[in-house]
């Protein structure tokens, strides 16, 4: 049996060597005359072991990580090309069975369960490993019964706004028009953000399947991935995938041999923030500067080419194909409230395990921070924690309670957003924070509307006043009044949801800003 070592193809792993060890492994393969095959996997999502090493036999993973390219002649000697098992191999690297770590056994993985299993480029492999279950499933079934299935899962856009996708679905199925457009939101943007990258590497292949779902659903014959330019290995793993769907018959006049049409293709963004809302996207979609769109009409009624549209983010489309292949139910039991299924939360900043981590929603932010992200990687306390990229609400400890849950967020005015979680230290100054929250949507706004526009610059200009300790009172009050205008002005959300960092560091840590210290209670009344 030929030995498999796997190393990621993942960015994350490349940033930090994994190349240079997949090449010293091929030379030591080489060398040692033995029959071997390597496998660029996706990652596992275990961040602070990249690369991890996998080592094959008899169809258990061992891995090693995090792996230098010095370290492959030590694994060598160690005895991983060799025939004794892998679990007898003694190596300051060796984690043991990958699926038994810790990380990995907490988790409850729907749509990331092939990320880092398999080839990402292998039909073969996807297939092996229950991909195309779903698709098979729709084909037996009518469109609005597809529609039906992902409305009863219960699940809500991963993109930020949470909206039922089902919901979504049924207004382009419903909408009459010769040509509808199935689009895909891959403009992930967010600060601390990576999922979608990591499934567009790791498993492109599912992506594609739950566009094709989504195209037999609604009618729609042609599908768009909005992906941005700094992605350019997810772009070489989408093209790959899409190719071999076509020449396998999946993707095409007709999909798996049915009466249903779909083609797909990728297309490059210009690393615009504002093109991750959905009708600055299509305006980039169609070759125009990336402008917000007034709403009505809906892109649902009037999309891509004013035809209808459904636009989804990549975790929404990707985990449509396990709701199809298991039933709605099987998603739906997983969750709490009105937040049902799996949500990959990606754990960044200040943190000793940063990575992807998989999980049913309820899961409190405190036992993200300090259970499962091992507290901070400075052994210094945590100040703040911020949820959902950029535009979220700062949560200091006294918040920790909080479930992870869309309702439960927004009750203490956050927001889940992508699930990106980015921890800061007590060293962090959250007037700063602010201030940054301020000058990241002047320099990022597309200038269609004046509270987004002007808002933004006016409170960066007041936040330097504020931190120059002039006229602080005066000033806080010209901020909250911004933020006010901002929040209830602005056509979208870049401009609506930057008063959330901004008015939570008030709130929640006002010695920061000139104000004396409140307790968490008083800050709330």
């Not at 010293?24 to 990249?50: F, P, T, Y």
């Not at 709605?328 to 990959?344: F, L």
């Not at 209830?488 to 006002?510: D, E, I, N, R, W």
Request: charged fraction near 20%; proline fraction near 6%; include cysteine.
């Amino acid at each position: 049996m030929t030995l498999r070592i796997f190393v990621p193809r993942d960015a994350a792993a490349i940033a930090v060597g994994a190349d240079e060890v997949a090449t010293a492994l091929r030379a030591a393969v080489k060398k040692a005359g033995v029959q071997a095959e390597i496998v660029r996997n996706g990652s596992r999502g275990m961040l602070w072991l990249e690369p991890l090493v996998e080592i094959e036999r008899e169809g258990v993973r061992y891995g090693f990580g995090p792996v230098a390219p010095g370290d492959v002649e030590g694994l060598v000697k160690a005895g991983i090309l060799q025939g004794k098992p892998v679990a007898e191999i003694k190596h300051p690297a060796a984690i043991g069975v990958v699926d038994d770590h810790p990380y990995m056994k907490r988790q409850t993985r729907l749509t990331f369960a092939r990320c880092g299993v398999t080839d990402p480029v292998s039909l073969e492999d996807y297939k092996a490993h229950d991909g195309y279950k779903g698709l098979e499933r729709a084909l037996a079934l009518k469109p609005i019964e597809i529609v039906d299935e992902v409305a009863k899962s219960g699940l809500r856009g991963r993109g930020g706004a949470g909206f039922p996708t089902g919901i979504k679905w049924k207004t382009v199925h419903d909408t009459a028009g010769p040509q509808k457009y199935i689009v895909c939101n891959a403009d992930e943007g967010d600060s601390g953000t990576f999922a979608d990258r990591m499934i567009m590497e790791g498993d492109p292949f599912l992506l594609v399947e739950g566009m094709t779902i989504a195209g037999i659903a609604v009618g729609a014959t042609r599908g768009y991935i909005y992906l941005r330019s700094e992605y350019p290995h997810a772009a070489i793993a989408l093209n790959a995938a899409i190719a071999a769907a076509k020449k396998a018959g999946y993707l095409g006049p007709s999909v798996a041999g049915s009466s249903h049409a779909f083609e797909l293709e990728v297309r490059i963004g210009a690393g615009a923030y504002v093109c991750g809302e959905e009708t600055s996207l299509l305006e980039s979609l169609e070759g125009k500067r990336g402008l917000v769109r007034a709403k009505p009409p809906l892109p649902a009624h009037k999309g891509l080419f004013d035809k209808p549209t459904v636009i989804n983010n990549v975790l929404s489309l990707c985990a449509v194909p396990f709701i199809l292949s298991e039933g709605a139910k099987a998603y739906a039991d997983y969750g709490m409230g009105r937040s049902r299924g799996t949500m990959p939360i990606q754990l960044a900043g200040n943190l000793k395990f940063g990575g992807l981590f998989e999980t049913a929603f309820g899961i409190t932010l405190g036992e993200l921070i300090d259970d499962i992200g091992g507290g901070t990687l400075s052994g210094r306390p945590v100040k703040a924690v911020q949820v959902g990229g950029p535009l979220g609400a700062y949560f200091p400890r006294g918040l920790f309670d909080t479930p992870f849950d869309y309702e439960a967020f927004a009750a203490r005015d956050g927001l889940i957003g992508h699930a990106g979680v980015v921890v800061f230290d007590e060293t962090a100054n959250m007037a700063k924070q602010a201030r940054f929250a301020f000058e990241f949507c002047s320099i990022e706004s597309c200038g269609k509307c004046t509270p987004c526009r002007i808002g933004s610059t006016r409170g960066r200009e007041t936040m330097d006043k504020v931190m120059a300790g002039e006229n602080t009172s005066q000033n806080l009050a010209v901020i909250e009044d911004l933020c006010n205008t901002m929040k209830f002005g602005s056509l979208c959300a870049l401009g609506g949801f930057t008063p959330y960092p901004v008015m939570s560091a008030l709130t929640h840590f006002p010695e920061d800003f000139g104000r004396p210290a409140r307790k968490l209670a008083e800050a709330a009344e």
